[in-house]
Structure formats: C-alpha cells, structure tokens
C-alpha cells in the first residue's frame, strides 16, 4: 500500500493553481468580501429607488419590496437604514427621496453597472445572462477591475473601428 493514498495507488498530484495566500491576506480578502455583500443591499435599494423615481415619479416601500423579492418588513427596515446612513429621507404617504449622498451613490452605481454589464455582452455573454450576472459582480469588482475593464472595452472598439 501507498503512503500517498488511502487507496494504495499513487496519489495523482496536480499543479497547483494558486498557492495559498498568507492568513493575513486571505483574511483580508474574505473581509472585503463580506464587506461587499453589505454594502450591496444599500447600493440596490438606492439604485432602485433612483430608477423608480426616474420611471414613476416614486418610490414606495411596496414597490420596492416587490422589485427585490423581499418581504415588506425587510424593506421597511433596509429603508430605516438608509436614512440613518443618509442615503435616503421618507414622508409618511410620500414615498422615499434619495439625498445628495444617496443620488451620488446611485449614480456610480448605475456606471459600475454599465460598465460590467458592457463588458459581459462583450465577451459574448447573452443578454439575459449578462443582465443577471451583472447584478451580482458590480458590487464586487475593484476600481482597479473597473479600470482594466474600461481599457479592455476601449480597446475593444478601437479594434472594431480599425
């Protein structure tokens, strides 16, 4: 019997793809992560809000709720916490308004937005697809990420034209 293998045959080593990061490192990593996951939830209500407003004229709890799949509580408590962030101000029977902050954060969220959803339909990702993909990813790309994806689609067009 093999030492390498509970099975007695030779353990098959693959080459490894990555080595594995200081715990320092792979700490900070997965901290940005949930970081991300956070402040996520923020930057889809705000962006929603944005383009019901745009749409509508409003933006309602309901409606919310609706649009993101979540129950009216957690709306409401999501809401809560955009204004205590000043993102967002509510009047009772008057919907939500974003703040200058929460208008500014919905506008570079729209561009990192766009941005992914570009560079996903450039790679040839289906529209469908992309769109979904997109909303995920935006929330968890580097300003470093978004510039090489702005200079790969610039790129990009520069070859089309030539």
Known sequence: MNADSPTGRKALRQPKLHALPTEQAQARRFGKARSARSTAILEDYVELIADLIESTGEARATDIARRLGVSHPTAINTIAR??????????????IFLTEKGEALARRVRARHRLVLEVLLALGVPREA???DAEGIEHHVSESTLKAFSDFLRGSRVRKAG
Not at 82 to 95: F, H, S, V
């Open 130 to 132: 992309a769109e979904a």
């Open 82 to 95: 955009l204004k205590r962030e000043n993102l967002a101000t509510a009047r009772p029977y008057r919907g």
